[in-house]
């Protein structure tokens, strides 16, 4: 409910041409770190796979966190966050640049690299016999199929939440906002589906004998998590160039700030839920994937994860003030994005050696990988207003405040 | 809006005026007046809403609430309590070892720790607000002001209290009169007729229900510390006589009353048809084979885990060098075990000559005092030691013209 001052919309809500130092700066940071990683991983391409495919599955996060924000938003009818949707909007949207930078992992799959996936071995899933049971799920001509409905759904949901909003800028009229909202609510359960399998594709399948069917949901908590740090982020910088100076308040930092305090404790729930059933059950097939992170220097990483992806951050993000102040809440935004990072490599590299094998590969895929993806997302924030003017629950958000 | 000097209520006896109420329409109106009464400087007043409007508590110069505070240390509270007391039943108070884990597992006291955590936090959270805001509250002077009912639908109102320090008959009216209210600032009178204590009806009812809250635990206690000879009642009965049969139990049901089924004669478990005898048996033809199965790979990698396997099983008893000189024996000999039959030396000739698959099958089956081993040692790793083994006696047995040119010198 919002009562009190009228809405103001005397700020400046396009970026023009004053992204273009950052999208040079990202363009550049995506060109050097994939080539850097290109030239630097020749000798050992089984690392070069693993580096990208972390860096891959980062970005995707912040794409599928993005996505899941603004349908959640529609889906609710959710009144508080219009002022800050476009944004989000503009993150969802740049889905076909994640789809591009997926080749990356697809390629050397198709090409019959099995460094990664053990299962595209076709010898080893003869002699396996657990391999050879998952070989009509685990097969490329399958994985190639569920790989165009991913990124085919993921593409056409984030193009259609931006390009309508953008189009009700124009137009105005709630029937827009009505017919999103109506294709928010099946498109939440085909994105639960397909963000579930393609966690157990890309991820869960690297070890294929393991299987947790939590794993979706756990990949999921990373994802809102990386989306909602992204998104104060994004926005501390546009108001850092003078633009939604009044729109987007304190108010609206609390609420991103609430969801990210709420998502650590969700994302430390659901690692620990599928931590309890697999300890407790104690059966080998399952265990190992877990004495495999508890060995070596990789025991050091899971009780540094534990406690920057859990304990540091629950406390530090609990108070009230702590979300309500830029500095402050920038400051467990990058903490976030820097934990999640050590998550997805946690989930990706470990293989029983007990070795930690992070290097210059890692950063620099890393970089890569982000830079294409933010250059992409300033490239379309700068054709579009930065705030969805035509959506009449506009004046509510821009009044909102935390009771 | 009415002329402010029309506003002014005539004052009756100072002592029993309880404050002065002003009405408003709108949340905006509510906000701006209250603005106006925290400028002033009023202490003991509040305002009143049908729902919670935003912004009020800076416009009241409300300070932030403890609340937050109180509810964290009860949230600490809780989890470290679960914490301590699953800790003290597990490993001091009742010590049980459960699926085989260690008595205080981490692990398993997470669920609780968290609900505990809630919980208490919850509850406290509850309670702490209803106290915090001297809730519940049986009877309120508002309660007789006729207008004043319609704060729980679309009215707003301030009530200053007579008993502020800066409470003034005149002026404090005066100053609500100022912020716009809907009608005149009204007197409210304090209340004599009703008193503030609960009503004798609910005092009796919750005594009432707290009284029976103890019979539960009443009874319980009383069946702890009591003796019975009435038989145990069971609370689920087809929990403790199921409809099942146990192993080695009678079933009339089949003509051999066994409960327990034999495997269709013929059967063969999977992976358990050893239908290759050689490989499994050592024997080809019905005779002991001279030579290894083609399954055994005759390399460093098959010696080492046969000299590997030979140290875990053979030398307790046979020694490191196959002598018969292990630990074992040794031990029964220090003790003087008048019924120790020793371990075959496996240096000697007879052993020296006999064929692969003899030697087999010894490990296998056993041979005299010597238990098989088949049960413990699969078969690939029984080959692996027959292999070191022959390794073993031909070193044991070895001349110097066994020994490469190269390697030689060193020793003579």
């Known amino acids: 409910m919002s ?11 396009t970026l023009d041409a004053d992204g273009g130092a950052l999208f040079r700066g990202f363009a550049i940071a995506g060109v050097a770190g994939l080539g850097g990683a290109a030239l630097l991983g020749m000798s050992d391409t089984a690392k070069l796979q693993r580096a990208y495919l972390v860096a891959f ?80 799920y685990l097969n490329i001509q399958f994985f190639m199929v569920r790989w165009f409905l991913y990124f085919g759904f993921w593409i056409w949901l984030g193009r259609r939440f931006f390009k309508l909003s953008v189009q009700q800028d124009k137009e105005g009229g709630a029937e827009i906002s009505s017919s999103l909202q109506r294709i928010s609510a099946p498109s939440m359960i085909v994105y639960a589906l397909t963000l579930t399998f393609c966690a ?55 609420d991103i700030g609430k969801m990210m305090f709420a998502f650590i404790i ?65 400051f467990w935004a990058v903490w976030i994005l820097a934990v999640h990072y050590l998550d997805l490599f946690w989930l990706v590299y470990p293989n029983g050696s007990g070795d930690v094998p992070f290097g210059a590969v890692d950063i620099l895929c890393w970089i890569g990988v982000l830079g294409i993806f933010g250059a992409g997302a300033i490239w379309r924030a700068q054709k579009v207003n930065l705030i969805p003017t035509g959506d009449p629950r506009l004046a509510d958000s821009l009044a909102f405040e935390n009771v | 809006m009415t002329d402010s000097s029309e506003n002014i209520p005539v004052v009756k006896e100072p002592e029993q005026v309880h404050g002065l109420l002003a009405e408003y329409e709108t949340p905006q109106q509510l906000i701006s007046a209250a603005r106006q009464v925290r400028d002033a400087g009023y202490s003991r007043w509040d305002s009143y809403s049908p729902f919670p409007v935003h912004g009020l508590d800076p416009a009241m110069g409300i300070r932030p609430t403890v609340l937050p505070w109180i509810v964290f240390v009860a949230g600490l509270c809780g989890g470290t309590f679960a914490l301590f007391f699953q ?5 001091t108070d009742y010590p049980w070892i459960v699926s085989g884990k260690p008595f205080f597992s981490i692990p398993a006291n997470i669920p609780i720790t968290f609900e505990l955590t809630v919980l208490s936090a919850a509850l406290t959270c509850f309670t702490s607000m209803l106290l915090l805001n001297r809730l519940p509250l049986p009877a309120h002077p508002l309660d007789r002001i006729r207008r004043f009912a319609r704060v729980t639908d ?78 145990r009642f069971h609370i689920i009965p087809d929990m403790d006589w199921q409809q099942k049969f146990k192993a080695q139990r009678q079933n009339s049901f089949f003509a051999d009353q066994r409960a327990m089924r034999l495997d269709v004669p013929g059967t063969v478990a999977q992976g358990e048809l050893q239908d290759d005898d050689h490989y499994y048996h050592g024997k080809v033809n019905g005779s002991f084979a001279k030579t290894f199965p083609p399954q055994v790979e005759i390399s460093d990698q098959t010696m080492a885990r046969g000299q590997e396997r030979f140290g875990i099983y053979c030398t307790p008893c046979h020694g490191d060098d196959g002598s018969g000189q292990g630990m074992v024996h040794l031990r029964a000999k220090s003790l003087m075990q008048g019924t120790w039959v020793p371990p075959a030396d496996l240096r000697q000739d007879t052993l020296r000559y006999k064929s692969v698959g003899e030697l087999f099958d010894g490990i296998s089956r056993g041979v005299r005092n010597m238990p098989g081993y088949a049960r413990q040692v699969d078969v690939a790793d029984r080959w692996a030691i027959v292999l070191y083994l022959r390794a073993l006696q031909h070193a044991q047995g070895a001349r110097i013209e066994d020994i490469p040119e190269s390697e030689r010198k060193g020793l003579e």
């Open chain 1, 3 to 13: 009562h009190g001052e009228e809405a103001h919309l005397d700020d400046r809500i």
């Open chain 1, 57 to 136: 599955m980062y970005v995707l996060s912040v794409a599928l966190g993005a996505l899941w924000f603004v349908a959640i938003q529609h889906l609710t009818n959710a009144k508080w966050s219009v002022a800050v949707r476009r944004v989000a909007e503009i993150l969802a949207s740049n889905m076909l640049l994640v789809a591009a930078l997926s080749l990356g992992v697809v390629v050397p799959m198709l090409a019959g690299s099995s460094d990664l996936y053990v299962w595209l071995d076709r010898a080893r899933v003869e002699q396996d016999h657990i391999l050879h049971h998952k070989a009509a």
């Open chain 1, 200 to 254: 157990f594709d890309l991820i869960m399948s690297l070890d294929a004998m393991w299987y947790s069917t939590m794993f979706g949901v756990y990949y999921f908590a990373g994802c809102v998590l990386a989306g909602y740090s992204t998104l104060g982020l994004a926005l501390m910088w546009v108001q850092s160039k003078g633009r939604l100076s009044q729109s987007v308040n304190e108010e609206h930092y609390h």
């Open chain 1, 266 to 330: 969700f994302w430390a729930y659901v690692g620990f839920s599928q931590f309890m059933l697999i300890w407790y059950g104690d059966i080998p097939e399952e265990t190992h994937w877990f004495h495999w992170r508890f060995e070596g220097d990789w025991k050091v990483v899971s009780g540094l994860l534990l406690g920057a992806h859990f304990v540091v951050p629950f406390f530090g993000l609990m108070s009230r003030h702590v979300k309500r102040n830029k500095r402050s809440l920038a």
């Open chain 2, 87 to 91: 800790w003290w039943t597990s490993t």
């Open chain 2, 154 to 231: 679309d009215r707003f109102f301030i009530l200053i209290q007579a008993s502020d320090p800066k409470f003034d008959a005149r002026e404090t009216a005066e100053l609500l009169a100022r912020t716009g209210p809907r009608g005149a600032v009204e007197t409210v009178m304090e209340d004599t007729h009703s008193s503030a204590t609960l009503p004798r009806g609910v005092v009796f009812g919750l005594l009432i229900v707290g009284s029976a809250a103890i019979v539960p635990f009443a009874l319980t206690t009383l069946a702890r510390v009591s003796t019975s000879t009435s038989t």
